[in-house]
Nanobody, 120 residues
Framework: QVQLVESGGGLVQAGGSLRLSCAASGRTFYAMGWFRQAPGKEREFVAAISWSGGRTYYADSVKGRFTISRDNAKNTAYLQMNSMKSEDTAVYYC???????????????WGQGTQVTVSS
């Protein structure tokens, strides 16, 4: 079992930055992913990182602006979001998977989500 708790969401102006954190407890030898869901839209992949941190994947919409990382000593994954846009507004979820994958169905464990709002 893995328990995940996100933090770091909030309100930011367009062009600004936020860093989300995802603290994991329990069994933590998992790849981590970030997904987001905007009102009226399906949950979409944002970024993923392997357990070692050696492999990362990004959605095209965030490539070059967002960076996923992890600190296994702290059992925490991060999502650094820069040059934010209004279309980044969503609830952001972290998730854990046995595979480093952009596929929603590969993730067995999910956090409760944290709201990110970008004002234009």
């Amino acid at each position: 079992q893995v328990q995940l708790v996100e933090s770091g969401g909030g309100l930011v102006q367009a062009g600004g930055s936020l860093r989300l954190s995802c603290a994991a407890s329990g069994r933590t030898f998992y790849a981590m992913g970030w997904f987001r869901q905007a009102p009226g839209k399906e949950r979409e992949f944002v970024a993923a990182i392997s357990w070692s941190g050696g492999r990362t994947y990004y959605a095209d919409s965030v490539k070059g602006r967002f960076t996923i990382s992890r600190d296994n000593a702290k059992n925490t994954a991060y999502l650094q979001m820069n040059s934010m846009k209004s279309e980044d507004t969503a609830v952001y979820y972290c998730a854990a998977s046995r595979m480093t994958s952009p596929q929603y169905s590969e993730y067995a464990y999910w956090g409760q989500g944290t709201q990110v709002t970008v004002s234009s």
